[in-house]
Nanobody, 123 residues
Framework: VQLVESGGGLVQEGGSMSLSCTSS????????MGWFRQAPGKEREFVAA????????KYADSVKGRFTISRDNAENIVTLQMNSLKPEDTGVYYC?????????????????WGQGTQVTVSS
């Protein structure tokens, strides 16, 4: 399985952006999926996760109410809809596949990672 993120770029504070993660090679199957981000000079942090069916989700406190994670298993796509963006949301966003059903906020459970996509929110 390979994961490829898309949809990053530059957006003004208060704006919206949607990130997509597609899997190639083979479907991720009954695996949870997650989004993490890393800002310059900071450690990677959890953003959002979704279980294999899409029924359960988990969010970091900093993005609750602003971000929404969803998945389309038929199309092998995971989406992160980001609204009311803030400058502190700036960073490289990574999509990852969980070894388990999900949703998990622990990056040690994720065994496949995308290359990342840059999100920059200007003030």
């Amino acid at each position: 399985v390979q994961l490829v993120e898309s949809g990053g770029g530059l957006v003004q504070e208060g704006g919206s952006m949607s990130l997509s993660c597609t899997s190639s090679g083979r479907a991720v199957g009954k695996a949870g999926m997650g989004w993490f981000r890393q800002a310059p000079g900071k450690e990677r942090e959890f953003v959002a996760a979704i279980n294999w069916s899409g029924y359960y989700t988990k969010y970091a406190d900093s993005v609750k109410g602003r971000f929404t994670i969803s998945r389309d298993n038929a199309e092998n796509i995971v989406t992160l809809q980001m609204n009311s963006l803030k400058p502190e949301d700036t960073g490289v966003y990574y999509c990852a596949k969980d070894r388990m059903y999900g949703p998990s906020d622990y990056d040690g459970l994720y065994d496949v990672w995308g290359q990342g996509t840059q999100v920059t929110v200007s003030s």
